[in-house]
């Protein structure tokens, strides 16, 4: 039976607990102090629920991050520099670039790997070997209700409570993005990591009060050819701001992790 550490336990992490493989054991779960009681209540004591690496006994086979930036900031290190791979759904974290060399120099002190995860879209495979080739363009458009958008910059940006029609309310590039809206557009770094590059790929963020989809839209432009991917995903009931798809490609990491063929 291979161990399994989750660093936060929300809305996603329930959902991934829900799907995991049998063959997957959860071991360890990391929260923050305030959080710790709420957890504790949550899992059997079997788990261990601790607030630092350092607290942990044992070596976990994966170790999946659901706990957002703040999480990858403090726990990505501690995990990557003891030689445990480490896969990350907050993948916006890298755009802060003095974390992401940190996070590189641990990896490279632990003999380890980060894993950075395809999250909410679809065709990240597809964009990274497009890369290999030479890129012209990217441009990340994401679509989401009101409701998605309630408590990020975008309440500074625009009034969610009266918006009428869809509407940009913000455009730059990915780095941009994913650090002004950590919540919501790690999406846009994940997508600029397998192409362009954070300050190369372009992101509008868009409101729509008419629909209760979290929607992506790719569009890229190579060597290749060119490809359009569309995506209108179901928001996870506990949290809007999260599509179900990005907590299945978590499920999914722990599917590769004790699957002897890996797709
Ligand atoms: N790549 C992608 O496609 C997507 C990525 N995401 C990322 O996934 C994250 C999780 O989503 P979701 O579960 O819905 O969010 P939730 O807000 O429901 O849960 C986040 C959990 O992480 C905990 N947490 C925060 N900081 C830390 C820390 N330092 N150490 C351990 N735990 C911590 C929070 O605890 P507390 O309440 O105590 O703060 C909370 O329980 C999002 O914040 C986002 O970064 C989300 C959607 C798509
Ligand atoms: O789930 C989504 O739609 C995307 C998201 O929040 C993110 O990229 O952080």
Same mark, same amino acid.
């Given at each position: 039976?291979?161990?399994?550490?989750?660093?936060?336990?929300?809305?996603?992490?329930?959902?991934?607990?829900?799907?995991?493989?049998?063959?997957?054991?959860?071991?360890?779960?990391?929260?923050?102090?305030?959080?710790?009681?709420?957890?504790?209540?949550?899992?059997?004591?079997?788990?261990?629920?601790?607030?630092?690496?350092?607290?942990?006994?044992?070596? $976990?086979?994966? @170790?999946?991050?659901?706990?957002?930036?703040?999480?990858?900031?403090?726990?990505? @290190? &501690?995990?990557?520099?003891?030689?445990? &791979?480490?896969? !990350?759904?907050?993948?916006?974290?890298?755009?802060?670039?003095e974390l992401a060399d940190r996070l590189h120099?641990?990896?490279?002190?632990? /003999?380890?790997?980060?894993?950075?995860?395809?999250?909410?879209?679809?065709?990240? &495979?597809?964009?990274?070997?497009?890369?290999?080739?030479?890129?012209?363009?990217?441009?990340?458009? +994401? /679509?989401?209700?009101?409701?998605?958008?309630?408590?990020?910059?975008?309440?500074?940006? !625009?009034?969610? &409570?009266?918006?009428?029609?869809?509407?940009?309310?913000?455009?730059? +590039?990915?780095?941009?993005?994913?650090?002004?809206?950590?919540?919501?557009?790690?999406?846009?770094?994940?997508?600029?990591?397998?192409?362009?590059?954070?300050?190369?790929?372009?992101?509008?963020?868009? !409101?729509? $009060?008419?629909? +209760?989809?979290?929607?992506?839209?790719?569009?890229?432009?190579? /060597?290749?050819?060119?490809?359009?991917?569309?995506?209108?995903?179901?928001?996870?009931?506990?949290?809007?701001?999260?599509?179900?798809?990005?907590?299945?490609?978590?499920?999914?990491?722990c599917r590769q992790a004790v699957s002897s063929?890996?797709?």
């Amino acid at each position: 039976m291979k161990q399994l550490m989750l660093i936060g336990f929300g809305a996603m992490a329930e959902e991934v607990l829900a799907h995991m493989p049998a063959e997957l054991v959860l071991r360890w779960v990391v929260v923050t102090e305030r959080s710790r009681n709420r957890v504790r209540a949550l899992l059997p004591p079997s788990v261990a629920v601790v607030t630092r690496i350092a607290e942990c006994t044992g070596k $976990p086979d994966l @170790v999946l991050e659901c706990a957002g930036q703040p999480g990858v900031r403090a726990h990505g @290190v &501690d995990v990557l520099a003891r030689g445990w &791979d480490l896969a !990350v759904i907050s993948v916006g974290a890298l755009a802060d670039a003095e974390l992401a060399d940190r996070l590189h120099a641990a990896a490279a002190t632990g /003999r380890s790997r980060l894993h950075a995860l395809s999250g909410a879209v679809a065709g990240i &495979d597809g964009l990274a070997a497009a890369r290999e080739g030479g890129l012209d363009e990217v441009l990340y458009t +994401s /679509r989401k209700s009101p409701a998605s958008w309630r408590g990020s910059a975008a309440e500074q940006m !625009v009034c969610l &409570d009266t918006i009428a029609e869809p509407y940009v309310f913000f455009r730059g +590039s990915a780095r941009e993005a994913a650090l002004a809206f950590p919540a919501n557009a790690n999406v846009a770094a994940t997508i600029a990591l397998a192409g362009l590059g954070l300050d190369k790929t372009r992101v509008q963020l868009m !409101v729509d $009060p008419g629909i +209760s989809t979290n929607q992506h839209r790719i569009h890229a432009s190579g /060597r290749f050819g060119e490809m359009n991917i569309e995506l209108c995903g179901m928001p996870l009931e506990r949290n809007p701001k999260t599509s179900t798809l990005a907590a299945l490609s978590v499920v999914r990491a722990c599917r590769q992790a004790v699957s002897s063929v890996v797709i």
